[in-house]
């Protein structure tokens, strides 16, 4: 076959390969998709945030002790349940992110737990504003002020709740500490603080 009639075919294919051409991207797409998608929810699981040991070893350890991992109800909020949005463009744009996290872990910026410690307040006003920014966005996968039932709240968090609401407040202007030991040089009023860690 002359390169001339190669070129003919090309400028004018037929059906069968233009067919052909399709339903071959359309299988590739749903391979590459599927792959892609695998990957992702695979990242999405406890078991690979606590795979570095910075994670293990310090805020994971934590964790364990809060009402996020083991309660009465038996539901458990995950890493990814507070750390990773749920609809796709949120989660990638935090995908992207974490490339960052990626470096530093290469860099070794909190590989022992004495410079994870010097590194928490940082670390911690970081995931603060991030969900101040969101008005809490992952904290109200569970918890939203509609559902909540007043009459089966305490009457402090009734109170706080509902000046939450009134005032536009989100979770994390009165819950830091929730899931996490917050930062020992962190200065605060602790009666602003309600569902912290060991309160």
């Not at 974490?98 to 307040?121: C, M, Q, V, Y």
Request: glycine content about 6%; some cysteine; charged content about 25%.
């Amino acid at each position: 076959m002359s390169m001339n009639s190669i070129l003919e075919k090309l400028k004018r294919p037929s059906a069968a390969s233009l067919g052909s051409l399709l339903i071959g991207g359309f299988v590739a797409g749903i391979i590459f998709w599927g792959g892609f998608n695998t990957a992702m929810e695979a990242t999405n699981t406890e078991a690979f945030c606590i795979s570095c040991h910075e994670m293990e070893e310090n805020v994971y350890q934590e964790y364990q002790d809060t009402i996020h991992y083991a309660n009465r109800t038996g539901v458990r909020a995950t890493c990814p349940d507070c750390h990773v949005p749920k609809p796709w463009i949120h989660k990638m744009v935090r995908k992207i992110q974490a490339s960052n996290e990626l470096w530093h872990k290469a860099l070794g910026t909190i590989d022992t737990p004495e410079k994870f410690e010097a590194k928490r307040l940082k670390l911690a006003q970081n995931v603060w504003k991030a969900m101040k920014e969101t008005d809490s966005r992952e904290c109200r996968n569970c918890h939203d002020y509609d559902s909540m039932d007043f009459a089966e709240q305490q009457r402090r968090a009734v109170s706080r709740h509902s000046k939450g609401l009134e005032e536009g407040d989100t979770c994390i202007d009165c819950h830091k500490g929730i899931a996490h030991s917050l930062p020992a040089m962190y200065e605060m009023d602790p009666s602003s603080v309600t569902g912290a860690a060991g309160h």
